[in-house]
């Protein structure tokens, strides 16, 4: 078999040389051997739906059960299980592969390549997904459960929990390999594969965050490797990282981790930022504002990234001094985030604007995104996060910069390039519905929650205290109605591929990015075969 | 692999893909670089030094005014060891020399290393509390049956904060894995130094 799929793909390859621009395999194999970067952007970006479906109905069993004060439908263990993967899936199934399938489908068209600089890698990369996947998922069925242990995996649960801990771990190896891959690829395409003319300073906005990301992932994805390893010898090879008895510390999970885990918050947000950013423009009919500021300001989150880190941990006994240092370093990270918040709104400024739904998307991106920074910022400071540590405030607030940030954004890119990938358009007033519920029911969901924090409600817990009935039963009906509503994102895109009126080669009027500019909508399966020229 | 790449494109895209590998290596060593570099961080600062005896201000003055109970609390994490404190709990004056003791004893079928992790109750009381010899600095190996009595001997520090009448002194025995079982009859910290 692997024998077959291997003569495929290079039968494949050659083809490519021979024959003209339109021709692709057909069947199974044209996406099992593909390395045509926009066939695993599209399997990128339906493996990410598929997930976010997946961690979708896990949150919803969280809501179901927190609907009600006492345990009405799962068991706890089970409860703590959903709330692990619920994140491990949505970060890591969900959203990042979303952004890695952007990336795909629009960098070698933006920056004017044939493809990505390493098709056969990338394939890989993808095709690793399934399997880690796979193993995420029947984590579930293993002897005693899946891994109740957070999507943080913090020692000493994560040494003593069940073996769905160890495909968990596995799982998290094989899903740092794909993206590390990705991101080599995303650089190297960036960086040696512009066409004549494309200088750095010249490429779509889109393709500097994502360089930027993909700098990131590789400096922080090995790290997140290495603590589950430790957490792996840890469980069966006898080593003491992280065991007491040992000499080792559980605390020093927690500083490998998030020594991962706070950039990993920017691998998530900065292709978000790439994204809105050639949105915002594109209805707002006026070049970005402040191109250079916002290139700078995307690098300067970037590396003060890797120095805050100790700011999800104020509470694990750290000296106030290191407290403050974290701190002062967080607070720090307002500023480039302000200048972008700014630039967005300054290209806004007496600009002629519509609101067609990517641009609601990128509004409701804009405002909430920004609302999530606020509450980052609270929880920045030691005092305040003394008493909000781990209470429905820092769920609320992540949720904020993940959906409303993240996933908002995802939505704004896909209406926006859905005429370019398929050729065809999405309905209007179903996108606009979308919009509008999505927003909606968000904010049911997710703003009450700030209120349940402040209260003290405790995150994590399936049951909690009488007090908190009203504000979780709002929530609850909330997730419900979110959930309910990406249904109908499901069928506009479905129905825009089957029987969507034709699209313009250039569909939006202000877009003034090359895909839109020199291709045809939709795109060829070969684009700029031989390099454009840029003036 | 694709007719717009030249030969130099892919010896650049290749070289490239080496440097990023080895970085990704790099940075996959440096999580665990973080390890040592956080032992010796902590031995620097101070911090999470439970298993070293204390250092105590040498002109300490026994604080006759006020009195603070000492409660001692003896666990074993999976083990079939029997540990308990010889008495519940002490009244002392801050600054005074105390030594009090605690009972193991291996009721299991083999030979045993344990080691005793302290914590302390409340939070902000532990850094007053300081150890001067304690069987938690070294590992504790009993043969099958065997008991022993082990001290512990310490000082309550004299800036203890006023509103601190009462304080926990909690122990946990946890096997150590075959693998790291260091000469624990030899004790690993000269107990001696300190004080």
Same mark, same amino acid.
């Given at each position: 078999?692997?024998?077959?799929?291997?003569?495929?793909?290079?039968?494949?390859?050659?083809?490519?040389?021979?024959?003209?621009?339109?021709?692709?395999?057909?069947?199974?194999?044209?996406?099992?051997?593909?390395?045509?970067?926009?066939?695993?952007?599209?399997?990128?970006?339906?493996?990410?739906?598929?997930?976010?479906?997946?961690?979708?109905?896990?949150?919803?069993?969280?809501?179901?059960?927190?609907?009600?004060?006492?345990?009405?439908?799962?068991?706890?263990?089970?409860?703590?299980?959903?709330?692990?993967?619920?994140?491990?899936?949505?970060?890591?199934?969900?959203?990042?592969?979303?952004?890695?399938?952007?990336?795909?489908?629009?960098?070698?068209?933006?920056?004017?390549?044939?493809?990505?600089?390493?098709?056969?890698?990338?394939?890989?990369?993808?095709?690793?997904?399934?399997?880690?996947?796979?193993?995420?998922?029947?984590?579930?069925?293993?002897?005693?459960?899946?891994?109740?242990?957070?999507?943080?995996?913090?020692?000493?649960?994560?040494?003593?929990?069940?073996?769905?801990?160890?495909?968990?771990?596995?799982?998290?190896?094989?899903?740092?390999?794909?993206?590390?891959?990705?991101?080599?690829?995303?650089?190297?395409?960036?960086?040696?594969?512009?066409?004549?003319?494309?200088?750095?300073?010249?490429?779509?906005?889109?393709?500097?965050?994502?360089?930027?990301?993909?700098?990131?992932?590789?400096?922080?994805?090995?790290?997140?490797?290495?603590?589950?390893?430790?957490?792996?010898?840890?469980?069966?090879?006898?080593?003491?990282?992280?065991?007491?008895?040992?000499?080792?510390?559980?605390?020093?999970?927690?500083?490998?981790?998030?020594?991962?885990?706070?950039?990993?918050?920017?691998?998530?947000?900065?292709?978000?930022?790439?994204?809105?950013?050639?949105?915002?423009?594109?209805?707002?009919?006026?070049?970005?504002?402040?191109?250079?500021?916002?290139?700078?300001?995307?690098?300067?989150?970037?590396?003060?990234?890797?120095?805050?880190?100790?700011?999800?941990?104020?509470?694990?006994?750290?000296?106030?001094?290191?407290?403050?240092?974290?701190?002062?370093?967080?607070?720090?990270?307002?500023?480039?985030?302000?200048?972008?918040?700014?630039?967005?709104?300054?290209?806004?400024?007496?600009?002629?604007?519509?609101?067609?739904?990517?641009?609601?998307? =990128?509004?409701?991106?804009?405002?909430? /995104?920004?609302? #999530?920074?606020?509450?980052? $910022?609270? &929880?920045? *400071? +030691?005092?305040?996060?003394?008493?909000?540590?781990?209470?429905?405030?820092?769920?609320?607030?992540?949720?904020?910069?993940?959906?409303?940030?993240?996933?908002?954004?995802?939505?704004?890119?896909?209406?926006?390039?859905?005429?370019?990938?398929?050729?065809?358009?999405?309905?209007?007033?179903?996108?606009?519905?979308?919009?509008?519920?999505?927003?909606?029911?968000?904010?049911?969901?997710?703003?009450?929650?700030?209120?349940?924090?402040?209260?003290?409600?405790?995150?994590?817990?399936?049951?909690?205290?009488?007090?908190?009935?009203?504000?979780? =039963?709002?929530?609850?009906?909330?997730? /419900?109605?979110? #959930?309910?509503?990406?249904? $109908?994102? &499901?069928? *506009? +895109?479905?129905?825009?591929?089957?029987?969507?009126?034709?699209?313009?080669?250039?569909?939006?009027?202000?877009?003034?990015?090359?895909?839109?500019?020199?291709?045809?909508?939709?795109?060829?399966?070969?684009?700029?075969?031989?390099?454009?020229?840029?003036? | 692999?694709?007719?717009?790449?030249?030969?130099?494109?892919?010896?650049?895209?290749?070289?490239?893909?080496?440097?990023?590998?080895?970085?990704?290596?790099?940075?996959?060593?440096?999580?665990?670089?973080?390890?040592?570099?956080?032992?010796?961080?902590?031995?620097?600062?101070?911090?999470?030094?439970?298993?070293?005896?204390?250092?105590?201000?040498?002109?300490?003055?026994?604080?006759?005014?006020?009195?603070?109970?000492?409660?001692?609390?003896?666990?074993?994490?999976?083990?079939?060891?029997?540990?308990?404190?010889?008495?519940?709990?002490?009244?002392?004056?801050?600054?005074?020399?105390?030594?009090?003791?605690?009972?193991?004893?291996?009721?299991?079928?083999?030979?045993?290393?344990?080691?005793?992790?302290?914590?302390?109750?409340?939070?902000?009381?532990?850094?007053?509390?300081?150890?001067?010899?304690?069987?938690?600095?070294?590992?504790?190996?009993?043969?099958?049956?065997?008991?022993?009595?082990?001290?512990?001997?310490?000082?309550?520090?004299?800036?203890?904060?006023?509103?601190?009448?009462?304080?926990?002194?909690?122990?946990?025995?946890?096997?150590?894995?075959?693998?790291?079982?260091?000469?624990?009859?030899?004790?690993?910290?000269?107990?001696?130094?300190?004080?």
């Amino acid at each position: 078999m692997s024998t077959a799929t291997h003569d495929a793909a290079h039968g494949h390859d050659h083809g490519h040389d021979d024959h003209a621009h339109e021709h692709k395999p057909y069947g199974m194999m044209r996406w099992v051997g593909s390395t045509n970067h926009k066939d695993i952007g599209t399997m990128y970006l339906w493996f990410s739906f598929t997930m976010f479906l997946v961690g979708g109905v896990m949150a919803l069993i969280i809501r179901a059960e927190l609907f009600q004060p006492g345990l009405q439908i799962v068991r706890p263990e089970f409860f703590n299980s959903m709330t692990t993967y619920h994140g491990l899936i949505m970060v890591f199934g969900a959203i990042m592969p979303a952004f890695v399938g952007f990336a795909n489908w629009l960098i070698p068209m933006q920056i004017g390549a044939p493809d990505m600089a390493f098709p056969r890698m990338n394939n890989l990369s993808f095709w690793l997904l399934p399997p880690a996947a796979m193993l995420l998922i029947a984590a579930q069925f293993a002897p005693g459960g899946g891994a109740g242990v957070g999507w943080t995996m913090y020692a000493p649960l994560t040494t003593q929990a069940g073996p769905a801990m160890d495909l968990t771990i596995f799982a998290v190896h094989i899903l740092g390999m794909s993206s590390i891959m990705g991101s080599i690829n995303i650089i190297t395409t960036i960086l040696n594969m512009r066409a004549p003319g494309m200088g750095l300073m010249k490429m779509p906005l889109f393709c500097w965050t994502w360089l930027i990301t993909a700098y990131l992932l590789v400096a922080s994805m090995p790290v997140l490797a290495g603590a589950v390893t430790m957490t792996l010898t840890d469980r069966h090879f006898g080593t003491n990282f992280f065991n007491a008895a040992g000499g080792g510390d559980p605390v020093l999970y927690q500083h490998i981790f998030w020594f991962f885990g706070h950039p990993e918050v920017y691998i998530i947000a900065i292709p978000a930022f790439g994204v809105v950013s050639q949105v915002i423009p594109a209805f707002s009919r006026k070049p970005l504002f402040g191109y250079a500021s916002m290139v700078y300001a995307t690098a300067s989150i970037a590396i003060l990234s890797f120095m805050v880190w100790a700011h999800h941990m104020y509470t694990v006994g750290m000296p106030v001094e290191t407290q403050l240092f974290f701190m002062y370093a967080t607070t720090l990270i307002a500023i480039p985030t302000g200048v972008k918040v700014f630039n967005w709104v300054a290209t806004m400024w007496k600009g002629s604007l519509t609101f067609e739904t990517p641009m609601l998307f =990128a509004l409701g991106f804009l405002f909430l /995104f920004t609302l #999530g920074g606020f509450t980052g $910022l609270v &929880l920045s *400071i +030691v005092p305040v996060d003394v008493q909000i540590h781990d209470t429905y405030y820092v769920v609320a607030h992540f949720h904020y910069v993940m959906v409303a940030g993240a996933l908002f954004s995802a939505f704004a890119g896909i209406y926006f390039w859905l005429p370019k990938w398929t050729g065809r358009m999405y309905n209007e007033t179903l996108g606009k519905w979308h919009f509008w519920l999505s927003l909606v029911f968000f904010n049911v969901t997710f703003f009450v929650q700030h209120f349940l924090g402040l209260a003290g409600m405790p995150r994590r817990v399936p049951d909690y205290a009488l007090q908190f009935a009203e504000f979780n =039963a709002i929530s609850s009906v909330g997730a /419900f109605g979110f #959930g309910l509503s990406q249904l $109908l994102f &499901l069928y *506009i +895109v479905l129905k825009c591929i089957c029987s969507g009126e034709k699209a313009l080669d250039k569909q939006w009027e202000g877009a003034d990015s090359i895909e839109w500019t020199m291709l045809p909508s939709p795109a060829p399966y070969h684009s700029f075969t031989t390099p454009p020229t840029i003036k | 692999m694709n007719p717009g790449q030249t030969k130099r494109t892919l010896r650049i895209n290749r070289q490239m893909f080496v440097r990023l590998s080895f970085f990704a290596l790099l940075m996959f060593g440096f999580g665990y670089a973080m390890v040592p570099y956080y032992k010796k961080f902590c031995q620097v600062t101070g911090l999470n030094n439970l298993l070293q005896p204390d250092t105590v201000v040498s002109n300490t003055q026994v604080d006759k005014s006020r009195w603070v109970t000492l409660e001692f609390d003896a666990n074993t994490h999976g083990m079939p060891w029997q540990f308990a404190p010889v008495q519940r709990s002490v009244r002392v004056h801050p600054g005074e020399m105390t030594q009090v003791a605690f009972e193991i004893k291996n009721n299991g079928g083999s030979t045993m290393v344990g080691q005793a992790i302290p914590s302390y109750g409340p939070k902000h009381g532990a850094p007053f509390v300081k150890k001067l010899e304690c069987f938690c600095f070294k590992q504790q190996v009993l043969a099958a049956g065997e008991s022993r009595q082990m001290p512990v001997q310490f000082v309550i520090d004299a800036a203890l904060p006023a509103s601190v009448t009462t304080l926990t002194l909690s122990y946990t025995f946890f096997e150590v894995p075959a693998a790291d079982k260091k000469n624990a009859s030899a004790p690993t910290v000269a107990t001696g130094k300190a004080g």
